[in-house]
């Protein structure tokens, strides 16, 4: 089946350490992102990759690392620069076509910083 | 710059009521329109999509028409059901590389 998977699902981190979450696609698409949803908030970009190799900031980078090796792959470190990093993040892809394409959700990595 | 406004919840509706929820944009040009859904602890999933003016997206019962006119894209659905219970979001894309959306509507249907 095609589609995005994340992992892990539930994540856990001390404050001063760095995690990383996994976001993979099976679907071919060129376009990858991350979201962060806080509570009674929409969705807001962290960073977004339209390519292998390349990405750009969204509205609210500081804090977060991304790498592009591989067209399937786009991980995203939570560094301990972030200074509320608990929330629900959210990878998508899309095809990227240059026009305004539909994205695709995967399930979700819920942090939590004890 | 580009922005979603969504009206508010949470919105409790008895089983077999008619639903809506409003949804009008700011956008230059001509952007692509969404509805997305999200069930409990659970990732977003494209509900239905118009791309351009007057077109009508509809998915499960749900329908929503891109109203360039007023900047809207209400949600509609004539009977929900225990099951639609989620958090619905409307959102846009005009630039192909991100979606802006609104804050999310929560609904919540009882039987």
């Known amino acids: 089946d095609g589609g995005i998977t994340q992992s892990p699902k539930y994540l856990f981190r001390k404050e001063g350490q760095n995690v990383t979450l996994s976001c993979e696609q099976n679907l071919n698409h060129d376009a990858m992102y991350w979201y962060r949803q806080d509570p009674g908030q929409g969705l807001r970009l962290i960073y977004y990759?339209?390519?292998?190799?390349?990405?750009q900031k969204g509205d609210i980078a500081e804090g977060y690392s991304v790498s592009r090796e591989k067209k399937e792959s786009f991980p995203l470190t939570v560094t301990s620069a972030q200074k509320n990093p608990t929330a629900f993040y959210l990878c998508?892809?899309?095809?990227?076509?240059?026009?305004?394409?539909?994205?695709?959700f995967g399930p979700g990595t819920r942090l939590t910083v004890l | 710059g580009d922005s979603v406004t969504q009206m508010e919840g949470p919105v409790t509706l008895s089983e077999e009521a008619f639903l809506t929820i409003n949804c009008t944009y700011t956008a230059t040009g001509y952007p692509s329109l969404f509805w997305y859904v999200q069930y409990p602890g659970e990732g977003l999933q494209l509900l239905l999509k118009?791309?351009?003016?007057?077109d009508k997206g509809s998915n499960k019962g749900f329908e929503a028409t891109y109203r360039k006119e007023t900047t809207s894209f209400h949600l509609e659905k004539g009977s929900v059901q225990v099951s639609d219970s989620a958090v619905y979001f409307c959102?846009?894309?005009?630039?192909?590389?991100?979606?802006?959306f609104g804050k999310g509507t929560s609904l919540l249907v009882t039987p």
């Open positions: 118009a791309t351009k003016a007057d």
């Open positions: 990759s339209q390519i292998v190799n390349d990405f």
């Open positions: 998508a892809s899309s095809p990227y076509t240059g026009g305004t394409d539909t994205q695709y």
């Open positions: 959102a846009l894309s005009n630039s192909g590389y991100a979606l802006n």
